[in-house]
């Protein structure tokens, strides 16, 4: 596999590591910020960690063996990359020249770093410039010291050229990004981000994610941990080799927080994310309150990582669980699930009592 490719792999599948981290914390801050959350800005957003990852997979990659490591020399002289084109044109072939492609690429890398400075940070060219000048110039220092001195010598060529070509490509995407509406851009709050909209099923289905996405985080962080601390704290390297005191441990964590966040809040983590919650439709009162709570632990993620506590055989009703929760959210009119089969409870806004849009029409009402 050649190393364009293993780069590419790298970058993508970094990118979408990183997404999967912060997708929890990106959709509360998304209702929070813009009302809702959007695909095209979704896509974005994990455009620009593939996106990251990539600058650093294609220019500091491969490593090179230290045994076999080939120093290069810096180039200082901001007229190499001219002469070399203008040698180029005077062989006849300008536009295939390895040194016109190399400039030429180097312009494209940072188009898209321009354009996302305007897209998503909402920043003008001065902010383009000075955001290319320093990733390019961290990237050419990099080179420059050998990886910050783990290699002896530099083995890729610090090129001021590339400073250039880099800062210009920046600009070139600052000046495309103008093209993008000026209301999907940025991060800031938008006038009519607090405003209730319609419950409908994907944004139900987004809040599921939420939950499963975080509980699984949450669970392999507590089991990583505690494996950490059977090997080098508690020396009992036989449980670790079982791991079944991780897994209890993994499962009980986020069974407990999402208990003692439904029974705070009313919401689970999931619902929190995406401003949904539970309202008990014909009673009011503390145990109509307390009862519609109950449920929504008992139709969720909490249960399932609760069930799996139980001992063999019984452990594997989690599964059976997870499959009928899964079935109870498809099939419900706006995705309430076990949660409003088990207590009655309807699904609303908790920003306002906009509950069901019977119509199934998606809620997300930001552009972009």
């Known amino acids: 596999m050649g190393n364009e490719v293993v780069s590419g792999v ?9 997404g999967v981290l912060l997708f929890v914390p990106f959709v509360a801050l998304s209702y929070r910020r813009r009302g809702s959350l959007t695909f095209g800005r979704s896509l974005l957003w ?3 960690a593939v996106y990251f990852c990539a600058i650093w997979t294609y220019t500091l990659f491969p490593l090179p063996d230290p045994d076999a490591l080939v120093c290069i020399a810096a180039n200082t002289d901001v007229w190499q990359a001219v002469r070399d084109v203008q040698g180029a044109r005077e062989r006849g072939h300008a536009f295939t020249d ?4 190399q400039l030429a690429l180097n312009v494209l890398l940072f188009v898209p770093l321009g354009a996302l400075v305007r897209v998503l940070g909402s920043r003008g060219l001065p902010t383009a410039i000075a955001v290319g000048v320093a990733v390019s110039l961290f990237i050419e220092t990099t080179q420059a010291t050998g990886m910050w001195w783990i290699y002896e010598c530099s083995y890729r060529v610090f090129d001021v050229d590339d400073l250039l070509a880099n800062t210009a490509g920046a600009v070139v995407g600052s000046i495309v990004g103008i093209c993008v509406p000026q209301r999907a851009r940025g991060v800031a709050r938008l006038p009519d981000s607090d405003e209730a909209r319609p419950v409908t099923k994907p944004r139900r289905l987004i809040g599921a994610l939420c939950d499963v996405l975080a509980a699984a985080l949450v669970s392999a962080a507590i089991s990583v941990v505690v494996q950490l601390w059977l090997e080098y704290v508690a020396d009992d390297h036989e449980a670790v080799l079982d791991g079944a005191f991780a897994s ?7 069974a407990i927080i999402w208990l003692v ?4 809040s009313g919401q689970s983590v999931g619902d929190l994310c995406v401003e949904l919650e539970y309202r008990a439709e014909h009673r009011k009162g503390l145990l109509s309150t307390a009862f519609v709570r109950v449920a929504r632990f008992v139709g969720g993620i909490g249960m399932f990582y609760a069930l799996t506590l139980l001992p063999d055989p019984f452990g594997a009703s989690a599964w059976v669980f997870a499959g009928g929760a899964i079935v109870a959210l498809l099939v419900t009119p706006n995705g309430h699930g076990l949660t409003g089969l088990v207590s009655g409870s309807v699904l609303v806004d908790a920003r306002g009592e906009v509950s069901a849009d019977v119509s199934g029409a998606d809620d997300e009402k930001s552009g972009g």
């Open 10 to 18: 790298l970058a993508i599948g970094s990118g979408i590591a990183i």
């Open 46 to 48: 994990i455009a620009a």
């Open 98 to 101: 390895p040194a016109t492609l």
């Open 248 to 254: 209890t441990i993994g499962a009980a964590v986020p």
């Open 261 to 264: 966040v439904i029974a705070a």
